[in-house]
């Protein structure tokens, strides 16, 4: 059963950066396209960016130039760093796991991160 556990969100100031971490386990890590949505108050969970197993990237065009997601297969984790942060990035940011063949897919818990203007 794969397990994602989501870390690194919090409170920051409108500009500023944050880097949130998912760890993976539970299966094998190269068969997953990862990615990151949020879900901000009100609003429909949205797709903020995905990573490939090898490593092609794809980024809503809100955060196109400001996140950058990467994932590393020693460590089974997906990351996604985040700058110039705006308060409408609000959020709680889910990692997500859909497996290549059979399209299974797992979401994490979530993080808040929260923008201050």
């Known amino acids: 059963q794969v397990q994602l556990v989501e870390s690194g969100g919090g409170l920051v100031q409108a500009g500023g950066s944050l880097r949130l971490s998912c760890v993976f386990w539970?299966?094998?890590?190269?068969?997953?396209?990862m990615g990151w949505y949020r879900q901000a108050p009100g609003k429909e969970r949205e797709l903020v960016a995905i990573?490939?197993?090898?490593?092609?990237?794809n980024y809503a065009e809100s955060v196109k130039g400001r996140f950058t997601i990467d994932r590393d297969h020693a460590q089974n984790t997906v990351g996604l760093r985040m700058n110039s942060l705006k308060p409408e990035d609000t959020a709680v940011y889910y990692c997500?796991?859909?497996?290549?063949?059979?399209?299974?897919?797992?979401w994490g818990q979530g993080t808040q991160v929260t923008v201050s203007s």
């Open positions: 990573i490939s197993s090898g490593g092609s990237t």
């Open positions: 539970g299966s094998t890590f190269s068969l997953y396209v």
């Open positions: 997500n796991a859909v497996q290549m063949i059979d399209r299974r897919e797992y």
